[in-house]
T-cell receptor, first 111, second 115 residues
Framework: DSGVTQTPKHLITATGQRVTLRCSPRSGDLSVYWYQQSLDQGLQFLIQYYNGEERAKGNILERFSAQQFPDLHSELNLSSLELGDSALYFC??????????FGPGTRLTVT | SQQGEEDPQALSIQEGENATMNCSYKTSINNLQWYRQNSGRGLVHLILIRSNEREKHSGRLRVTLDTSKKSSSLLITASRAADTASYFCATELNAGGTSYGKLTFGQGTILTVHP
């Protein structure tokens, strides 16, 4: 158990819909990272927050947004969903540079 | 985009044999890390090697880093069926840039260890 929790575990939704994925980092970790894993793209970095502020951005679509709240949990919002958004979404946390602790992921299926 | 390439893409061995996976990357790094992922589960950190280190050991794992060739290898000795998983290398770039702290992953190697 990494200490990082993600909800929900599975999500099935239709094209055009909007969903919110939630992540609670390990106690004491200020950095939260979001990754998308798909068969064709592999593990892609989406966005990083550090203590409530956006720190780095990857190839995150404009339809996707995220935030980190004062209690350090983070949410990833995916809107206008397309079939190609079906993937595993992972959240990871860390104190800073070095090892990252990954949550179990949310499997999103868009039908 | 992926930082680098891993090879082989898939590796099938017998229990007790050694498994070697290679990773190449493109830019200057702060450290390189290896992660393991069991099918559809979260990634688990295995080992980290800093850019000024050449070799590191942890249990049955041995990692080497050649910064001149921008490559790393992960050796798992005396493999077990429970080692069956996907293995990913990930690079963390140098401090000071906006990418500081984030990881860039390779495509991974699928390791199957037959009992």
């Amino acid at each position: 158990d990494s200490g990082v929790t993600q909800t929900p575990k599975h999500l099935i939704t239709a094209t055009g819909q909007r969903v919110t994925l939630r992540c609670s980092p390990r106690s004491g970790d200020l950095s939260v990272y979001w990754y998308q894993q798909s068969l064709d793209q592999g593990l892609q970095f989406l966005i990083q927050y550090y203590n409530g502020e956006e720190r780095a951005k990857g190839n995150i679509l404009e339809r996707f947004s995220a935030q980190q709240f004062p209690d350090l949990h983070s949410e990833l919002n995916l809107s206008s969903l397309e079939l190609g958004d079906s993937a595993l979404y992972f959240c990871a946390s860390s104190v800073g540079p070095g090892p990252k602790y990954f949550g179990p992921g949310t499997r999103l299926t868009v039908t | 985009s992926q930082q680098g390439e891993e090879d082989p893409q898939a590796l099938s061995i017998q229990e007790g044999e050694n498994a070697t996976m290679n990773c190449s990357y493109k830019t200057s790094i702060n450290n390189l890390q290896w992660y393991r992922q069991n099918s559809g589960r979260g990634l688990v950190h295995l080992i980290l090697i800093r850019s000024n280190e050449r070799e590191k050991h942890s249990g049955r794992l041995r990692v080497t880093l050649d910064t001149s060739k921008k490559s790393s290898s992960l050796l798992i000795t005396a493999s077990r069926a429970a080692d069956t998983a996907s293995y990913f290398c990930a690079t963390e770039l140098n401090a000071g840039g906006t990418s500081y702290g984030k990881l860039t992953f390779g495509q991974g190697t699928i390791l199957t260890v037959h009992p």
